[in-house]
């Protein structure tokens, strides 16, 4: 198979200029499936810390570059939405957040932020023993003891290292949470109002925002009103104040 990918065809969520050149690199197996973004675009397109592939693989031979707390040396490796990315060599740490069109963009954290990530858990299963097995919107699955306290919609926060579920926030009306795909991508609000859908078609929930994080003058079709919006379920991921992208 090629390990090419005509730039025109990537998911919106590819950070990445399509009419620059015809082919860019293909995403290897593994977490965030067809959007995961090749980490080789993020050293090179995004970052500028590598100019080429060889660049990129002598950088990632050094183990310097940890998703999630482990060292990765495939540069198709995809990268995705709430991934931590730790450069140990220059103290730079990052969180991949939703951006403007739902490209994914990095935003810059501590270090104590980096120990752990934001899943957002999209299904449930009992398992042998009586755990119950979490499946998180990456791929990821976590085995917990006691799984009626997470629903569907529910994030939590898992830590780098132990694989332990440190935190948990519940899908629910007044959760902060932000938009990761459609024309409301990045942007930041409480749940006002889930609305229940009859039969397979998505719930719809409507958004209410403060004045910094109105919806812009580019994705104002569907707002409930001036400083909210509506958007479906799926595209939607309950987070706390320290998963906003501000590091001050």
């Known amino acids: 198979m090629s390990n090419h990918q005509k730039r025109l065809s990537v998911p919106n969520s590819w950070p990445v200029e399509r009419k620059t050149a015809t082919f860019t690199v293909k995403a290897g197996a593994g977490p965030h499936g067809e959007s995961g973004v090749p980490l080789l675009i993020v050293l090179r397109d995004v970052l500028g810390y590598a100019d080429n592939r060889k ?3 002598y950088a990632l031979n050094e183990d310097n570059v940890l998703i999630n707390g482990k060292a990765v040396s495939d540069e198709e490796r995809p990268v995705g939405m709430f991934d931590i990315m730790a450069f140990t060599e220059r103290e730079e740490y990052y969180r991949v957040f939703p951006g403007e069109g739902g490209r994914l963009a990095l935003t810059a954290i501590e270090a104590d932020a980096a120990e752990s990530k934001l899943g957002k858990i999209v299904n449930k299963t ?4 009586g755990d119950v097995q979490l499946g998180l919107h990456d791929g990821e699955t976590l085995i917990v003891e006691d799984g009626d306290e997470y629903s569907g919609g529910d994030s939590v926060v898992v830590d780098n290292e132990t694989g332990d579920v440190v935190a948990h926030f519940e899908y629910e009306e007044g959760a902060l949470v932000t938009a990761v795909d459609g024309a409301h991508a990045g942007e930041i609000g409480t749940i006002d109002e889930i609305q229940v859908t009859p039969g397979s078609a998505q719930n719809n929930v409507l958004v209410t925002q403060d004045e910094g994080g109105e919806a812009s003058d580019e994705a104002t079709e569907g707002a ?9 379920e799926e595209y939607v991921v309950v987070i706390d104040e320290n998963f906003t992208g501000d590091s001050e």
């Open 55 to 57: 660049e990129a693989r």
């Open 126 to 129: 009992n398992v042998d023993g």
């Open 224 to 232: 409930t009103a001036a400083g909210g919006f509506e958007t479906i």
